[in-house]
Nanobody, 121 residues
């Protein structure tokens, strides 16, 4: 089993910054993709940013130039540095990892529990 634990959400003023962290633990063999998604009230969950094991990075257009995704492979941890925050960045942010466990040679999606980010105007 794999568990993802997120931290770092909270309240920020517009123009401010927050940093999210997500640490994976358990029977991990390898992690192919680490990413962040968000879901605003009444909207579908959307990709914010992700990073592959080959260091390929993808950002949603709405966060390009403001958010930075990074990872610490040794710690199985992914980070999301969020700068120049806007009220429309408000939502629940979920960490997602595509993991191969030690038990089976397949890839599975694992999700964190979500952390609330609220940006005031």
């Amino acid at each position: 089993q794999v568990q993802l634990v997120e931290s770092g959400g909270g309240l920020a003023q517009g123009g401010g910054s927050l940093r999210l962290s997500c640490a994976a633990s358990g029977t991990i063999f390898s992690i192919n993709v680490m990413g962040w998604y968000r879901q605003a009230p009444g909207k579908q969950r959307e990709l914010v940013a992700d990073i592959t094991s080959g260091d390929s990075i993808n950002y949603a257009d709405s966060v390009k130039g403001r958010f930075t995704i990074s990872r610490d492979i040794a710690k199985n941890t992914v980070y999301l540095q969020m700068n120049s925050l806007k009220p429309e960045d408000t939502g629940v942010y979920y960490c997602k990892m595509v993991v191969r466990t030690t038990e089976r040679p397949y890839l599975y999606n694992y999700w964190g529990q979500g952390t609330q980010v609220t940006v005031s105007s």
